[in-house]
């Protein structure tokens, strides 16, 4: 995928009405967002698609028969002992290290992408060549009396540009065949005391050394109810999966759902990430889609498969190029110690040279079912009988009672043919992820002609018919001889049926640029002829072709182009 500039990319986002940044007029607030009206749109139209396509109409399963599938909707809070369950208080966590000079603290794992990303290093950089390891002495210096002192106050180069340049001098001189590399240069700059304490690395906003590497949970903490003790302290909730585990009797109960079956549910998680970064992808708050499938254990592989290939199809269906979407099965050193299988779909988001995760399909076992057994005590609640099974089985035995029969000699392995925890597939996607690859892969800038046939930019975002925020504008060519009534009347008509935007102003042509640039995939014109025969102009976002149609066909058309499959 073609690189945008990140930055350039946000402001257009923020131009058009699609993200803003949260409480902006205080200044922001890192790792927070809004979508704008356009944003809002967009965001909702993926979140119904999913819950369409996955929740009320998935695909047959591998067997043909029907999915079976309910949502849910809980609470954000909930009893802390969950998180206790499910590991999330003892170990979400990510390793960090604290800045010794701003005190500001950075991801560990993540510290050369952050760094690469610092002004900085980016401004650094350009005197020194990463394949060669060669740099200019005179422009580090100057770089450190110049730019430095603003950029990176506290790097070593800057505070003692002498003693750090004689240290590099050493390394460089001592090792004339294997010249330094980015990373050995970045530890140099960022060295004053060799000797006392080794090489150091630096803080991405300030450049002074960074700490020792510490676990810092992931959990955002409040207090339910006025007084604030340890006896009151909830949690922000981390992911909506939990809420499903949580409810799996009451589920069950109510609707007497048989395996194999998934429950749904859309809703906010909360991370305190250490470093919130590239535009929404690591947020504070987000929006996750998930869905935990439980299955017998023995089909559990076969349902595995199913998942993973179903929702990487799924992006693809939306639009989303396949040459962007990358599947990447977890090795086995990364895989959580219950699971028997991940696979990672990566999306090539235009900020990295590599893929980056959008949706996580995980084999879970019976993990999750099994300590919340163990942590609430309710053992039956959390396991499965298999009735019809049973039932059937139970003709040709001495007892069709379960409770007798398991006082006879039965062995663990013969129980558990009826009597079990479920296992779990849990695909896990993020709304706002996906949203901004949506975003991402829509966007595109290409020369055409304009009306007197000079060459102009056009930017257009190509997103799918279904998820466009507006799906048709309604121009009246102009304001008079009964056009506007007459357009109108036709917006009124639309409008019960999908997201119309009304537009009477300046040239048709430009009328058509902005609706180019949010997307919009249809846009109708009233002209004169429309007055006499009743047909209209519909001209298209893509090829920018334009035909005539009678007005009557118009809702069927945008229909047609928004309908699944
Ligand atoms: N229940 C499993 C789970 O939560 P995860 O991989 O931690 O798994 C699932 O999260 C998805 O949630 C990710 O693939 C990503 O799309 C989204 N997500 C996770 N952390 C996020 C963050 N800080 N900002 C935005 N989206 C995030």
Not at 291 to 316: N, V
């Amino acid at each position: 995928m073609a690189k945008i500039d990140m930055a350039k990319f946000a402001a257009f986002c923020k131009d058009n009405g699609f993200i803003f940044q949260s409480s902006e007029i205080y200044g922001g607030i890192n790792g927070f967002w809004d979508y704008g009206p356009l944003g809002v749109e967009l965001k909702r139209n993926i979140k119904d698609a999913w819950w369409l396509d996955m929740v009320r109409n998935p695909p047959p399963g591998p067997d043909g028969q029907e999915i079976r599938m309910v949502g849910l909707d809980c609470s954000i809070i909930m009893n802390p002992k969950v998180w206790v369950a499910s590991g999330h208080v003892g170990a979400f966590a990510d390793p960090t290290r604290k800045c010794s000079g701003c005190g500001k603290f950075t991801r560990a794992d993540q510290l050369w992408a952050i760094l690469a990303e610092s002004e900085w290093m980016n401004s650094l950089i350009q005197e020194f060549t990463p394949v060669t390891g060669k740099y200019d002495t005179h422009r580090l210096m100057k770089w450190a009396k110049g730019k430095g002192p603003k950029l990176a106050p506290n790097l070593a180069l800057v505070r003692n540009p002498e003693v750090t340049l004689a240290w590099l001098a050493t390394r460089v001189n001592g090792q004339p065949d294997a010249p330094p590399t980015l990373q050995e240069f970045t530890h140099y700059i960022a060295t004053e005391q060799l000797h006392q304490t080794g090489l150091q690395e630096p803080c991405p906003a300030c450049g002074a050394p960074l700490g020792e590497a510490k676990q810092m949970s992931l959990m955002f903490e409040s207090h339910a109810g006025l007084e604030k003790s340890d006896d009151s302290k909830v949690y922000l909730r981390p992911e909506t999966a939990q809420g499903i585990f949580a409810n799996y009797r009451n589920v069950l109960n109510s609707t007497r759902l048989k395996l194999p079956f998934g429950i749904a549910q859309i809703g906010k998680a909360f991370r305190n990430e250490v470093t919130p970064r590239n535009f929404t992808f690591r947020s504070r708050e987000f929006e996750q889609m998930e869905i935990e499938f439980f299955c017998r254990p023995e089909e559990s592989m076969k349902w595995y498969e199913y998942w993973r290939d179903l929702r990487k199809k799924w992006y693809s269906t939306l639009g989303i190029q396949s040459s962007n979407l990358v599947p990447r099965e977890q090795g086995k050193e990364e895989l959580a110690f219950y699971s028997l299988g991940t696979t990672d779909i990566e999306y090539l988001f235009p900020f990295s040279d590599d893929p980056q995760e959008l949706e996580g399909v995980a084999h879970r076992g019976d993990y999750d079912l099994t300590q919340h057994a163990k942590h609430s005590g309710k053992v039956d609640d959390l396991a499965y009988f298999d009735e019809e099974l049973w039932n059937n089985d139970s003709q040709t035995m001495s007892t069709r009672s379960f409770k007798e029969w398991l006082k006879s000699n039965t062995t663990p392995e013969q129980i558990a043919k009826y009597k079990f925890v479920p296992h779990v597939i849990e695909p896990s996607a993020g709304a706002d992820r996906f949203t901004l690859a949506v975003l991402c892969e829509a966007f595109t800038e290409e020369q055409v002609k304009d009306a007197k046939g000079n060459a102009e930019t056009r930017t257009v975002m190509r997103f799918h018919p279904r998820l466009a925020p507006i799906k048709c504008a309604i121009f009246p060519l102009v304001n008079k001889e009964g056009m506007p009534e007459k357009a109108m009347t036709l917006y009124r008509q639309l409008k019960p049926h999908f997201n119309v935007a009304y537009d009477d102003k300046g040239a048709v042509g430009r009328r058509y640029r902005r609706m180019d640039e949010v997307g919009t995939p249809f846009c109708i014109t009233i002209d004169g002829d429309t007055m006499k025969d009743d047909t209209v102009t519909i001209r298209e976002r893509d090829s920018m072709a334009q035909r005539r149609i009678p007005i009557s066909q118009v809702k069927d058309e945008v229909l047609k182009a928004i309908s699944v499959g």
